[in-house]
């Protein structure tokens, strides 16, 4: 149960402060601007990796549980239960922001200003990019080292910095689920749910390519 409890915690934490920076500057009419949002996106990840781990190894993204048991470094059956926990983290997430700022229409959510299957591609590579950087620094289902999550935070932040605009830069669908179930805005909802999980199959596969030892417990 740490390991699900940890998934909840963490989910949570990063839909609470990321999403919530969105509805806040939603909210002041930008006062917090894209800027900071991207910014605490960065640094909400990197302290949540530190947190938990060690623990479940601080997925908190469907996609990167799925990819991580596509490598054959994560139980397959394990799968359900670590989406559900991420699931249920960012719903509650999402709860309290609709308590918290009920003016806000979005509650952070994703949005995308291009046309569906431009937005696809940029979320499908966002999340390729953010794969490929995860499974470098991580074995098993662990996260190592110091510079892990400072890594991925890092990450984070560069592709939310220059990609939210466009696409919001959600490439965690339980991150876009919370928003959307809260707030009702379902439009476009599909791509966030599906070109994460792609973009970081293909992160896998790239790096079995290129780093066969660090990326299939197989190979």
Excluded at 50 to 78: C, L, M, Q, R
Excluded at 84 to 106: D, H, K, R, T
Aim: aromatic residues 10%.
């Amino acid at each position: 149960m740490r390991k699900y409890i940890s998934e909840v915690i963490g989910t949570f934490s990063l839909v609470f402060c990321g999403t919530g920076a969105m509805a806040i500057n939603e909210v002041t009419g930008g006062d917090i601007t894209h800027v900071g949002v991207a910014i605490t996106w960065g640094l909400i990840v990197m302290a949540m990796i530190y947190a938990f781990g060690e623990i479940s190894g601080a997925h908190f993204n469907p996609a990167v549980t799925i990819a991580f048991a596509y490598a054959k470094k994560f139980d397959w059956k394990e799968v359900p239960k670590y989406i559900m926990a991420q699931c249920i983290g960012a719903i509650l997430a999402s709860s309290v922001l609709l308590f918290l700022f009920p003016q806000s229409e979005y509650l952070g959510g994703t949005l995308p200003v291009l046309d569906d299957l431009r937005a696809f591609v940029l979320e499908l590579l966002l999340t390729y990019f953010l794969m490929v950087v995860i499974i470098n620094v991580s074995t098993g289902s662990k996260e190592i080292g110091t510079m892990a999550g400072i890594a991925i935070g890092g990450v984070v932040l560069l592709e939310a910095m220059f990609a939210g605009p466009m696409t919001k830069a959600s490439m965690n669908p339980a991150r876009s689920l919370g928003p959307a179930l809260l707030s009702g805005h379902w439009e476009h909802q599909w791509l966030y749910f599906t070109a994460p999980v792609l973009g970081a199959l293909l992160g896998v596969l790239t790096c079995k390519l290129v780093k066969p030892k660090n990326c299939c417990d197989d190979c």
